[in-house]
């Protein structure tokens, strides 16, 4: 058990003494709390690419709202370059586009815009995986 009480692995009575003893770790344990680590990490990493690519979703129907086609291809680009980095797939994307959808006022002919470059570019329409 951790100091925190989360089970790592089994320890016998004659390495629990040696342990309390000489203040050491069998290297099993120390591979526990590096896997612990790891997976902390792993999961803050894919939080943070989830914020990234909602930055950027935003900013590309953003930009396609504006007409503006150059920024809408670079976001959208740099959106999709998030998803494939962070291995990101439909369960985890397709909330982040439905919510902007739902939350904000686009025109119908935006929406079948991003429909439409969706399906070109092989991505995820925002209504897909429900």
Known sequence: MSRKGT???DV???????????????????DAF????????FKDSRTSGLKLYEQYHRDAIRALETGD???YRIYAKRR???RVGY???????NPIRKKYFDEHSVDESIKDRVEKWNRKYKLFN???GE
Do not use: H, W
Request: charged share 25%; glycine share 4%.
């Open 7 to 9: 089970y790592l692995t």
């Open 12 to 30: 016998s009575m004659p390495e629990a003494v040696l342990q309390a003893i000489l203040g050491v770790a069998p290297e099993r344990i120390n």
């Open 34 to 41: 590096s896997n612990s680590t790891a997976l902390k990490r």
């Open 69 to 71: 086609e150059d920024s």
């Open 80 to 82: 999709d370059a998030v």
């Open 87 to 93: 291995d990101l797939g439909p369960a985890e994307i």
């Open 126 to 128: 925002y209504n897909e």
